[in-house]
């Protein structure tokens, strides 16, 4: 039996305004603070920040990045909305080059993937704890694309930013590490760097190595390296990004308007035939990408949030 309930008008008005913030509907904003909510009641303890300690440049061996693969095939298409951050980037890095032994040989998928499962849902709680702390908004927290231990929040984790072996009727794996051109697979199915990998790993990270005091999650050197392989090797990703750069320096700079644009260009009908479901969610995924490389800034006032491009964007587009 189905039951009519009716929300304070002060709960809306929240509800709304948080939704903006992230760029999602009301009911895609109430499932993810239902499933946060879920994840945190569970990792709560407080966790020590050396946890991360062997991931920091001072503690990796440098001679143990001499085996890079060459570049694969970049992902074909933009890249999905569940990639909205990309310290998770750094992350996966760090723990591929921890696992290289001392020939340089990477771990297997499923070993890598065991490594990342057991250690990222104690950083999340560590990323929450200082996200609190430095008073990050939403929309720049690093903790939330960080999963706890519950089974499907760490799939997806495992599935969408790290790699996931091809599937029936696919050529190659997936993962926002491969598809960024970070990782390959070698002959024997070891997960290795690519060169561009390798460089992308040693850049110093302001969360990792520098004691997580504030700032953005990735430094200009490591933003240049994803731009630059976003530009040269992935298209179709680049063209999104340039659509909604160029839409919001001519004015589309709400939420609404924004998801106008995109489903003129990309909606039903269009060659890349995104559905009206789908498109809110690939939306706030390029936007929290494009966040994280310092292409755009989000504004509130009250209940809406307008977005501006940085002078990083305005050199893209002279």
């Not at 999104?240 to 260009?265: A, C, E, V």
């Amino acid at each position: 039996m189905e039951a009519t309930v009716t929300l304070p008008s002060t709960l809306v008005e929240r509800l709304l305004s948080g939704a903006n913030e992230l760029d999602l509907s009301i009911s895609q904003y109430c499932q993810l603070l239902l499933e946060n909510h879920l994840q945190d009641e569970d990792n709560t303890a407080i966790t020590d920040p050396s946890i991360l300690d062997h991931l920091k440049l001072a503690n990796l061996d440098e001679n143990r990045l001499n085996r890079p693969i060459s570049d694969g095939t970049l992902s074909e298409s933009a890249l999905s909305g569940h990639i909205n951050r990309l310290l998770p980037l750094k992350y996966g890095c760090r723990v591929l080059w921890s696992m290289l032994d001392e020939q340089g040989t990477g771990p297997t998928i499923h070993d890598f993937r065991t490594a990342i499962r057991m250690g990222a849902p104690p950083i999340r709680t560590l990323l929450k704890t200082y996200d609190e702390n430095q008073g990050r908004e939403r929309g720049s927290r690093t903790h939330s694309s960080f999963p706890n231990g519950e089974r499907g929040a760490t799939n997806r984790f495992l599935n969408h930013y790290m790699i996931r072996r091809a599937r029936a009727g696919e050529t190659n794996p997936s993962g926002a590490l491969y598809d960024f051109g970070l990782i390959g697979l070698d002959d024997s199915g070891r997960v290795q760097f690519t060169t561009s990998g390798i460089r992308f790993a040693k850049e110093p990270n302001p969360i990792i190595d520098n004691s997580l005091e504030g700032g953005p999650s990735l430094s200009p050197n490591e933003r240049a390296i994803i731009v630059s392989q976003v530009r040269n090797q992935m298209k179709k990703e680049w063209a999104y990004m340039r659509h909604i750069i160029d839409g919001i320096h001519i004015g589309s700079n709400t939420p609404s308007s924004l998801l106008s644009r995109i489903q003129r260009r990309y909606g039903p009908g269009t060659k890349a035939d995104w559905s009206d479901s789908i498109i809110p969610h690939m939306r706030s995924g390029v936007l929290g990408r494009m966040q994280a490389l310092g292409f755009i800034e989000r504004i509130f006032t009250g209940n809406r949030v307008e977005y501006s491009i940085t002078p990083a964007a305005i050199h893209i587009l002279d």
